[in-house]
């Protein structure tokens, strides 16, 4: 198998969003924000090539919103979906499955763009076969307060009606290599993907720990739907992440691509930062 980071665009939000309950005091220790209270997030997806399959794990945002909207995130740096992927030789074509971790508009919006002739969608990836679980789509389609501004109907209804969706019901194999992990404390049903890699098991973040920053259990980010859930969640899998070895790789820190783990007094924590070229040229103990 091989992996790839795939930066589909960089982007800043409000740090203290980012940290939730923790002060800015102490979450500074681990990324620094700007004269705006602002850090840079990245969306790192994930391309898994298994021989068979082209699997792509979330596909960021899109460029389907208005200037206005992206105004909002304050979008840096060059980085594309389709030039990332380009830089490791595929074309959207190419891709097979495409895993959405959940709807939320920066994770799925790079699913469906315009046609050139107007607002017509069009899937991004037009030989793929999409999945989400089917209880995140029911809350996606039916969506609290909370979340409600994070599903845009343009990012959904094109897949939906193109016949190219498929919906996971439960945690188990995806397919030789691949093993999905669900988990509900950001939102319902998410899916936390698992790979089989040069002898490790490497882990898919997505939101449910986004960055190096947001490991420590109390951590956890205000748009969580169930904080208590996502520590809860997260000590559960830490604890087994660490006895496993196993290397994270977070969608959304901008600094650090992967990590492994370790106990400390105070909790688990990252052990040794590194990328997954670092970890394919066996650099990773």
């Known amino acids: 198998m091989k992996l790839y980071p795939v930066i589909a665009e960089n982007f800043k939000m409000d740090g203290g969003a980012c940290f939730g309950v923790v002060p800015k005091a102490i979450w500074e220790r681990y990324v620094k924000a700007d004269e705006n209270n602002m850090i840079p997030l990245t969306s790192r997806c994930l391309l898994a090539d298994t021989g068979s399959r082209v699997i792509l794990v979330d596909v960021g945002m899109g460029d389907k919103q208005s200037e206005k909207f992206f105004s909002f995130y304050h979008l840096f740096g060059e980085e594309s979906l389709e030039k990332s992927l380009k830089k490791y030789g595929y074309t959207p074509d190419q891709v097979t499955d495409v895993i959405l971790t959940h709807l939320h508009f920066d994770h799925v919006g790079g699913a469906v763009k315009w046609a050139e002739e107007g607002k017509t969608p069009e899937l991004v990836f037009p030989n793929a076969t999409y999945y989400c679980t089917k209880e995140h789509w029911d ?63 490497v882990a898919f973040m997505a939101d449910f720990i986004s960055a190096v920053g947001n490991i420590p259990l109390a951590y956890v980010p205000s748009f969580d739907i169930d904080p208590v859930r996502s520590m809860e969640e997260k000590q559960e899998f830490l604890t087994r992440a660490v006895k496993e070895d196993y290397v994270l790789v977070f969608e959304h820190d901008y600094d650090n691509e992967c990590c492994t783990l370790k106990e400390t007094p105070k909790g688990i924590r990252a052990r040794d930062i590194f990328t997954l070229e670092d970890l394919k040229a066996g650099q990773i103990g």
């Open 139 to 201: 809350a996606a389609m039916d969506p609290n307060p909370r979340e409600a501004a994070s599903y845009f109907e343009e990012n959904l209804e094109p897949l939906y009606d193109s016949g190219q969706l498929e919906f996971i019901h439960e945690a188990g194999p995806f397919c030789e290599g691949v093993y999905l992990e669900i988990k509900s404390g950001h939102t319902a049903g998410q899916i936390v993907p698992i790979f089989d890699y040069h002898g490790r098991k």
